[in-house]
């Protein structure tokens, strides 16, 4: 954890080792996405477990991940295809626009 994350994380305000529900909200997402520190995740996750507020805001996060998730169109397969098609044609030239398409 940096200087400046460890700092808003034990304000005097909160009480020392406290997590302060401000320092979690600078953090959340990366959290979520399983980008922060073990020593942050830890703090973060012990601060998810007692705060209401910051629970909800990470359930309400990983609800709209997932939702986000599962819209997700595959790419269709015939786009894939011609973009094979057009990557093996702009290999198989001798340069550019040698080829018309
Ligand atoms: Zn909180």
Redesign the pocket.
């Known amino acids: 954890m940096n200087r400046f994350l460890r700092r808003l994380f034990t304000r005097p305000s909160t009480g020392s080792g406290m997590v302060d529900?401000v320092a979690?909200g600078k953090v959340l997402q990366r959290y979520l996405d399983g980008a922060t520190d073990p020593e942050t995740a830890a703090l973060v996750s012990a601060?998810l477990d007692d705060?209401r507020?910051?629970g909800l805001e990470a359930d309400t996060y990983r609800t709209i991940k997932a939702a986000l998730a599962t819209h997700r169109q595959p790419l269709p397969a015939d786009a894939v295809q011609r973009l094979r098609d057009f990557g093996l044609q702009l290999a198989q030239t001798d340069g550019p626009n040698r080829r018309s398409i």
Do not use: A, I, S, T
Request: net charge positive.
């Open positions: 529900c979690v601060h705060c507020r910051c």
